[in-house]
């Protein structure tokens, strides 16, 4: 009989302890119980958003796993209707906060729609594991919801646009739908293609994890206590944004087994079936990578959460009609990047948006 341990009530294979070991399982944790009721009880009715100007309302997805689920639904609308939107999805530890992007949208004539995910930031009910997810596809449905309201709104030409998990989510969405898919073009920033980890952990302890995914779900791995990213953004530290960090976090939570198990397939699917992409993609990236935990300035001259070499090498084999773009000394979130560095990014999205009408 091979031998077992105990880890967070379940009873895990030697080779998931491993894993669980060289990922950092002695890191941070959060107080995740909930023993209240689990009742839905969310107006639908667009109300004025956390953000000056914009509005939102919350789409009521039904059952899940965990039990009643919503999505969120921001938008602020051009002056002058037209026929233009852009729908934008954020990426993991994350939520829309990002108004200047929206305005930018706004002021070049786009109306504006942003997705605040399932168990994200306006979504989370408290009952919900953060930023859980057994299946990238369950996201479909929250997608969906925000592009049927701009159709609802007259919007005819739809760009979808995604950041890191938000960019493996919305390419993963083009591959599923094929020649069905209801949007124009996709464009990503710094999308999660691939795993920032040595050949080890890419290879042998990820897909272990994977692989018993489905079978300890709600086990976890614990991440490291690491700073770099956060003090780039937060203006009370080195950065200049302001953000709720209740949502989106200085220090990332665990994960569960089942969410590296849905982002690895998510990828796996992807690189297989790259050539279903049939709308025009665009990948941006920055132009270096920053290795490291503790913040130092070098932090924000590139990007320190995913490999961007990886990023431009996977993207460029998604899709005929492809464009990658790479962000001189951008940050993870390219629209977060020092000015100089975030006006490029819009260039490269503007002019891929009017190059394929």
Not at 228 to 246: M, P, R, V
Request: proline fraction near 6%.
């Amino acid at each position: 009989m091979k031998e077992r341990y105990s880890f967070g009530g379940r009873r895990l294979p030697v080779v998931a302890i491993m894993v669980l070991f060289v990922a950092g399982v002695f890191a941070w944790d959060i107080n995740e119980k909930y023993t209240g009721p689990k009742t839905f009880e969310t107006d639908l009715a667009w109300h004025p958003d956390i953000l000056p100007g914009y509005e939102a309302r919350y789409v009521n997805q039904g059952m899940a796993f965990d039990g009643p689920c919503r999505s969120t639904i921001v938008r602020k609308k051009a002056k002058v209707p037209p026929k233009k939107g852009y729908l934008y999805i954020h990426g993991f530890n994350d939520y829309f906060f990002q108004s200047q992007m929206g305005d930018r949208f706004v002021d070049s004539g786009y109306h504006f729609y942003a997705v605040d995910l399932r168990r994200y930031g306006r979504s989370k009910e408290p009952w919900q594991y953060p930023f859980n997810i057994r299946d990238q596809k369950e996201y479909f449905a929250d997608i969906d919801s925000a592009i049927v309201q701009m159709q609802r709104d007259g919007v005819t030409d739809i760009t979808l646009g995604g950041h890191s998990t938000g960019g493996l989510t919305v390419i993963l969405y083009g591959i599923d739908r094929g020649p069905r898919v209801p949007v124009k073009r996709i464009v990503t920033n710094s999308p999660f293609l691939g795993w920032n980890f040595n050949p080890f952990m890419r290879n042998v302890a990820i897909p272990a994890v994977s692989m018993i995914g489905p079978l300890f779900k709600n086990s976890k791995i614990k991440q490291d206590k690491c700073d770099g990213y956060a003090y780039s953004l937060l203006k009370q530290y080195d950065g200049e944004w302001e953000y709720n960090t209740d949502w989106k976090m200085i220090y990332s939570p665990p994960v569960t087994f089942s969410w590296v198990h849905a982002i690895n397939s998510a990828q796996n699917e992807i690189m297989k079936h790259p050539d279903h992409m049939a709308v025009p993609l665009l990948v941006m990236h920055s132009s270096r990578k920053i290795d490291g935990c503790n913040y130092t300035p070098e932090f924000k001259t590139g990007d320190c959460v995913l490999n961007p070499y990886q990023i431009a090498e996977r993207g460029a084999k998604i899709g005929k009609r492809t464009y990658v773009c790479a962000i001189d000394s951008g940050i993870h979130d390219l629209i977060l990047s020092e000015l100089p560095h975030r006006e490029q990014a819009y260039e490269c999205i503007f002019s891929f948006i009017r190059q394929n009408p």
